[in-house]
T-cell receptor, first 115, second 111 residues
Framework: KAGVTQTPRYLIKTRGQQVTLSCSPI?????VSWYQQTPGQGLQFLFE???????NKGNFPGRFSGRQFSNSRSEMNVSTLELGDSALYLC??????????????FGPGTRLTVT | GDSVTQMEGPVTLSEEAFLTINCTYT??????LFWYVQYPGEGLQLLLK?????DKGSNKGFEATYRKETTSFHLEKGSVQVSDSAVYFC??????????FGQGTRLTINP
């Protein structure tokens, strides 16, 4: 079974621009979560989608948004990029419910650099 | 709020040494607990998990026991290998697929 895929793997953007990152979950998984990883703040939860609905959101500004499509693929968008948005953005998929619902499987991440 | 505290790294050991990485948590209720591992340039891999008190998770020689009385989930391995060098993260499930992570512990194993 194919794992979680994220595109692109690397991205360089300029301050003030916007960016869209994509995540394709494991087949059969309906939940997609997004995390930001930085050396200073570590791994922080951004939001989670299940069956196209946002179920949970972390403590990030409104510039960070996401969505999920009917095939469970998800995108996250960051508008008006700031230097501090430079990070590794990780996507994780899971069944999203039931006893195995919490087992999250991570993609390789998208490395975003804002200059 | 929910939080996870891991022992500070980095940790450097010789091959075949015994490994312990401490992890304690603060949470309402009884969350599921996880250990993830991150190799250089990669995402996180689920190493093991425990869903209720006294459960022991195990995988690839690693073990961790969910201790409700001490709110701990320490990671142990009896004999480490060079290939175990990575960053290890302890995490708890905090509702609706939200994982709360510790700060990570970098482990280096020397041959």
């Amino acid at each position: 079974k194919a794992g979680v895929t994220q595109t692109p793997r690397y991205l360089i953007k300029t301050r003030g621009q916007q960016v869209t990152l994509s995540c394709s979950p494991i087949s059969g998984h309906r939940s997609v979560s997004w995390y930001q990883q930085t050396p200073g703040q570590g791994l922080q939860f951004l939001f989670e989608y299940f069956s196209e609905t946002q179920r949970n959101k972390g403590n990030f500004p409104g510039r960070f948004s996401g969505r999920q499509f009917s095939n469970s693929r998800s995108e996250m968008n960051v508008s008006t990029l700031e230097l501090g948005d430079s990070a590794l953005y990780l996507c994780a998929s899971s069944l999203g419910q039931g006893t195995m619902g919490y087992e999250q499987y991570f993609g390789p991440g998208t490395r975003l650099t804002v200059t | 709020g929910d939080s996870v505290t891991q022992m500070e790294g980095p940790v450097t050991l010789s091959e075949e040494a015994f490994l312990t990485i401490n992890c304690t948590y603060t949470a309402t209720g009884y969350p599921s607990l996880f250990w993830y591992v991150q190799y250089p340039g990669e995402g996180l891999q689920l190493l093991l998990k425990a869903t209720k008190a006294d459960d022991k998770g195990s995988n690839k020689g690693f073990e961790a026991t969910y201790r409700k009385e001490t709110t701990s989930f320490h990671l142990e391995k009896g004999s480490v290998q060079v290939s175990d060098s990575a960053v290890y993260f302890c995490a708890l499930g905090a509702g609706a697929q939200k994982l709360v992570f510790g700060q990570g512990t970098r482990l280096t194993i020397n041959p």
